[in-house]
Nanobody, 121 residues
Framework: QVQLAESGGGLVQAAGSLRLSCAAS????????MGWYRQAPGKQRELVAS???????HYAASVKGRFTISRDNAKNSVYLQMNSLKPEDTAVYYC???????????????WGKGTLVTVSS
């Protein structure tokens, strides 16, 4: 069993900051890419940011320069520092990770249950 658990969501005013955390637990051999996605009401889920096991990052154009993704491989964790938040950043944020379980030779994508971020104007 592998689980991802997010934390850090909440209500914040525009221009404020939040930090999301996500920790993977279970029978994990290795974690490849990790990322954050979000889904706003009535919209499709979209990639916000991703990071490889070597630390290479990718950001959606809408968050570049405001959000920073990082990871701690020793803790099987990924983080999203969100600054200069805008009302349009309001969404449920999901953690995603490509994980190879102990004893397996292939990786699968796992998802957290999501954490709500609400940005008020």
């Amino acid at each position: 069993q592998v689980q991802l658990a997010e934390s850090g969501g909440g209500l914040v005013q525009a221009a404020g900051s939040l930090r999301l955390s996500c920790a993977a637990s279970g029978s994990i051999s290795s974690i490849n890419n990790m990322g954050w996605y979000r889904q706003a009401p009535g919209k499709q889920r979209e990639l916000v940011a991703s990071i490889t096991s070597f630390g290479s990052t990718h950001y959606a154009a809408s968050v570049k320069g405001r959000f920073t993704i990082s990871r701690d491989n020793a803790k099987n964790s990924v983080y999203l520092q969100m600054n200069s938040l805008k009302p349009e950043d309001t969404a449920v944020y999901y953690c995603q990770a490509s994980i190879t379980r102990t004893g397996r030779l292939y990786s699968l994508d796992y998802w957290g249950k999501g954490t709500l971020v609400t940005v008020s104007s």
